[in-house]
C-alpha cells in the first residue's frame, strides 16, 4: 500500500521558517512527481510546490522566493523548506504523489502562523 507521511508543522510566528517533510513507502520514490498542496480556512485546496523525476520544479506564485521544495531519493523523502511565513501560510499542508486516477494524498500537517 502506497504512504505519505508528512511531519514538521507547527506554530510559528510571522516571518519565521518551517521545514515539512513527507516520507513515502510503498512506491518507486525516483520515478514519481511528487508535491505539496494546502488547504486554508474556508478556501479549496491548491498546489504550493511540484518536483519531478527530473528535478523540474513549480511554485505558487504566492510562496516563490519563500519556499523551496526538494527530494532525497535515497530517503524515499520529498521536503518543503518554508521562510518568511505570513499569516496566509495559514493551512494543513498535504503531500502528494502523481499517478493513477487521483495520486496518492498524505494526511495533512497543520501549520499555524501567528501576526
Known amino acids: 500500500q502506497v504512504q505519505l507521511v508528512e511531519s514538521g508543522g507547527g506554530l510559528v510566528q510571522a516571518g519565521g521558517s518551517l521545514r515539512l517533510s513527507c516520507v513515502a513507502s510503498?512506491?518507486?520514490?525516483?520515478?514519481?512527481?511528487m508535491g505539496w498542496y494546502r488547504r486554508a480556512p474556508g478556501k479549496q485546496r491548491e498546489l504550493v510546490a511540484v518536483?519531478?523525476?527530473?528535478?523540474?520544479?513549480n511554485y505558487a506564485d504566492s510562496v516563490k522566493g519563500r519556499f523551496t521544495i526538494s527530494r532525497d531519493n535515497a530517503k524515499n523523502t520529498v521536503y518543503l523548506q518554508m521562510n518568511s511565513l505570513k499569516p496566509e501560510d495559514t493551512a494543513v499542508y498535504y503531500c502528494?504523489?502523481?499517478?493513477?486516477?487521483?495520486?496518492?494524498w498524505g494526511q495533512g500537517t497543520q501549520v499555524t502562523v501567528s501576526s
Open positions: 502528494y504523489k502523481e499517478g493513477g486516477l487521483r495520486g496518492d
Open positions: 518536483i519531478t523525476d527530473a528535478y523540474t520544479t
Open positions: 510503498g512506491i518507486i520514490f525516483r520515478r514519481n512527481t
